[in-house]
């Protein structure tokens, strides 16, 4: 048995929404503390301010656009597993109860599930 465990392994970490939030605000952060040094130390000149402005506009936009996928929110829609009633909600929900017949039930995937007890 502890044989089986050792030799299926753990399963590998995807870029998520916590690494993907992370990558965004860090690059933000970067672009725009870049900018604002590009702009004070350079700023008398033309050439800080063609480089440090957009440098601190982009650390602003550039980490909204890259977490433009954890603002949306999809809706999953089907028949309960135990009654078949319509049931509509958000990938948001773990777990609810069918309004039909009072059982839980789970979303994963994008799908409405049994829960296993």
Known sequence: ???ERSERGKPGRGFDSAYSFSFAIAIGLILFIGGLVISLTLGEGTIGLIFGIPMLIAGLVLPLILMRDMFTQNEVKGPCPYCSAQIKTSD???RLRCSSCGKEVA?????LLAVEK
């Open 107 to 111: 979303v994963r995937d994008m799908k």
């Open 92 to 94: 948001a929900t773990i």
């Open 1 to 3: 048995m502890e044989s």
